[in-house]
């Protein structure tokens, strides 16, 4: 091989993201609630004692009271973003793609870079929300204007939040339904998609 071949450029998540085309992905309204859902289970479970002493080794004072009065803040101390990196880490690797919220909700996080999420791509989207916490959570809101609706943490992890519910499967391209379900999305047996559906896939295809 060529040192040119060597360094050329060369993607590895074509056929995943060609296969994803076109299917709905999750609003942001729905995204924030899952979201409140499992930042308020998060403030509870922070409440409980044995929890407060294993943030508190990692904070600053190790004062576990302290942390405990003056509330839970998920970005405030390294002991409690751990926490907020394990939920949210593990929650999406043991749910395939879904905590507690985003099962609620209808939502679910899939990979752009292969049929299911790996454990490290999990933790990397848990770390990443912190940098989306920045500026004003200006990465959240970086959702209204990246094409594929991602916000910070989905771009560091390569995920992309699709709907999991309510997708009517005759809009659908064979193609999209096998990738989905490949992802963990389970979609009820039923006609084939429209010849309209078809072409238009076929469509972009060609470009």
Request: negative net charge; glycine residues 4%; charged residues 20%.
């Given at each position: 091989m060529s040192d040119h071949q060597k360094n050329a450029f060369v993607t590895h998540t074509l056929d995943r993201t060609r296969s994803l085309e076109g299917v709905p992905l999750a609003s942001f309204r729905r995204r924030t609630i899952a979201w409140s859902i499992d930042f308020l289970l998060l403030a509870t479970v922070s409440g409980a004692a044995w929890i407060q002493s294993i943030t508190a080794l990692f904070n600053e004072h190790g004062d576990a009271a302290a942390q405990a009065e003056s509330g839970f803040s998920p970005f405030h101390s390294f002991g409690s973003l751990l926490l907020v990196v394990l939920y949210f880490g593990l929650a999406t690797y043991w749910g395939h793609g879904k905590t507690l919220g985003k099962k609620l909700m209808g939502i679910r996080v899939i990979s752009l870079v292969g049929e299911r999420l790996t454990l490290w791509q999990c933790i990397e989207r848990g770390l990443g929300y912190g940098a989306s916490a920045l500026e004003a959570g200006f990465g959240f809101w970086q959702y209204f204007i990246h094409h594929n609706r991602q916000t910070v943490h989905d771009r560091i992890a390569e995920t992309i939040v699709v709907r999991d519910t309510a997708l009517d499967p005759r809009t659908l391209h064979p193609r999209q339904r096998a990738a989905l379900q490949a992802?963990?999305?389970?979609?009820?047996?039923?006609?084939?998609?429209?010849?309209?559906?078809?072409?238009?896939?076929?469509?972009?295809?060609t470009i």
């Open positions: 992802s963990g999305v389970q979609l009820e047996p039923d006609e084939p998609p429209s010849p309209a559906v078809i072409a238009a896939t076929q469509d972009a295809d």
